[in-house]
């Protein structure tokens, strides 16, 4: 299930990491902490899997043959996702879903920006589309940062708590390997290694700004590229693909 | 929560030279974050080139009470309305 070229497996993580995001997102539908901001998070949700789409669309041209974007979201199994760890993790509280999504955020814009560079003409046209979305993005759970750490006491020891439990999956988005070693060369794959430094300055800066602390660890929990998850991609998985399992090829 | 925020009145102008339209109301904590709402509350289809928001309670309204000072005394003023004119020929309706 995993194709063989570099290029449609590239698309793959990138449309794993988007539908895994969107999918914790839309779990707020009906449970956010008012109608306004439910909505919002619904649009943010929506923005992923239409992001998902795209990538697991182009990874299906590239692949050829019966395979659609379908056969990507339902019918794989947990190993095959290559998301990243910081995508799957259950959604928490409020803190913790605006935390994860500052924290991803304030990546997923320079490198969409850079995307859209790509020499891939598919890829770019992707980034370029989803530049404007992750400006939005950013906008909203970086002004969600300011609001929460330097809100209630409530609020800012729930988002420290939060950003204390993630920090440890931030470093897979910087992670190395030779499938993106050799894609970075060839001038297709966004160099995210060197974003790091812009990202953390970046992260640094509004929880500055929020009153909250920068997590002072090394330890790094990775494995999301490599199909090594948390028990809660099953989990998730198994919501998500419950009817294509049951019926498939089902239709509506 | 959302009995702790404030209400703001949404206008939402849809193209270019037009005016902006009432399109109804929302919560939030302050302007900027109305501001954002009202993108995502009432603009999701593309709807508008341009948005304003305004707190609920900094709009000053007439009341009902208010009508039969404000709107009966133009009740005998026909002469008021462009409807006593003869419409030059190539005018459909003023």
New interface residues.
């Given amino acids: 299930m995993t194709p063989d070229d570099p290029i449609a497996r590239y698309a793959l993580r990138l449309g794993d990491d988007a539908l895994i995001m969107g999918h914790r997102l839309s779990e707020w539908m009906s449970r956010a902490p008012f109608l306004e901001e439910d909505i919002a998070l619904s649009n943010v949700a929506l923005d992923f899997i239409g992001r998902a789409r795209l990538f697991y669309q182009y990874a299906a041209q590239r692949v050829g043959g019966d395979t659609t974007e379908d056969t990507f979201a339902y019918s794989r199994d947990v190993r095959d996702f290559t998301n990243l760890l910081l995508c799957e993790l259950p959604r928490g509280d409020f803190a913790f879903t605006i935390c994860r999504q500052f924290l991803y955020d304030a990546f997923a814009l320079p490198f969409t920006e850079a995307l859209s560079g790509s020499s891939d003409p598919q890829l770019a046209a992707i980034g370029s589309k989803a530049v404007k979305e992750s400006r939005y993005h950013l906008r909203r759970s970086k002004d969600w940062m300011l609001r929460l750490g330097d809100g209630t006491e409530e609020s800012h020891q729930r988002c420290q708590r939060a950003l204390d439990d993630l920090w440890l999956y931030t470093a897979e988005m910087f992670q190395s390997d030779p499938l993106l070693d050799d894609l970075i060369a060839r001038g297709i794959a966004v160099d995210t290694p060197a974003l790091h430094e812009a990202w953390l300055a970046t992260v640094s800066e509004t929880l500055a700004t929020a009153t909250l602390s920068v997590p002072d660890t090394d330890v790094e929990v990775v494995g999301g590229r490599d199909g090594i998850h948390t028990d809660d991609l099953g989990f998730l998985l198994a919501e998500l693909q419950f009817m294509q399992r049951a019926y498939p090829g089902l239709q509506w | 929560?959302?009995d702790q925020?404030q209400l703001y009145e949404v206008f939402v102008r849809s193209r270019r030279g037009l005016d902006h339209k009432h399109v109804g109301s929302?919560?939030?904590?302050d302007s900027?974050?109305a501001l954002?709402?009202a993108?995502?509350?009432y603009t999701?289809r593309g709807e508008g080139v341009s948005i304003w928001v305004v707190a609920s309670r900094d709009i000053t309204a007439s009341q009902e009470s208010d009508c039969e000072s404000f709107y009966d005394p133009l009740d005998d003023k026909p002469y008021r309305h462009a409807a006593m004119y003869e419409l030059p020929e190539g005018v459909d309706s003023l």
């Fill in positions: 929560m959302a925020m929302l919560h939030a904590d900027a974050q954002e709402y993108r995502d509350v999701r």
